[in-house]
């Protein structure tokens, strides 16, 4: 049975993680030339840059305005954001097998990887309660 409440960790990671995208999507949509440097990534197209920055922002602003959700609220984010951070990880690892990715890859691996290992774990455990 589904209980009312959603776990206060639950409510905090999700603030954390608000924080966390919209830390990187203000720059990405402001300056992303300067973060594809920072991040070792060739400057084509910032175009596509400015599209992830969105996204995050998106992730971000509504992970903060849903703190007083409802529970299935909270659930349908956490499919979102499982699926956002599971085809990241999907894309760095077929980014590997370029010859020209930069090593910042490897953070941002550890960034995503953690974030779904997060996810992944409040949605198995909204599930048995």
């Known amino acids: 049975m589904i209980r009312a409440s959603v776990p206060k960790n639950l409510k905090r990671w999700f603030i954390i993680h608000g924080i ?13 030339e300067v ?3 920072v991040f070792g990534f060739q400057i084509e197209n910032v175009l596509i840059a400015r599209m992830v920055g969105a996204a995050l922002c998106a992730i971000g ?7 007083e959700a409802s529970r299935l ?5 956490l499919t979102l954001k499982i699926i ?8 760095i690892f077929l980014a590997l097998t370029s010859d020209n990715t930069p090593n910042s890859i490897w953070l941002l691996l550890g960034i995503f990887g953690f974030f779904s290992g997060v996810w992944i774990y409040y949605k198995v455990h909204f599930k048995s309660r």
Do not use: E, M
């Open 61 to 67: 602003i509504s992970s903060l305005l849903s703190l």
């Open 84 to 91: 956002w951070s599971l085809t990241v990880i999907l894309s």
């Open 20 to 32: 966390i995208d919209l830390f990187f999507a203000i720059p990405l949509i402001a300056i992303p």
């Open 35 to 37: 973060v594809l440097q």
């Open 73 to 77: 609220v909270y659930d349908a984010f």
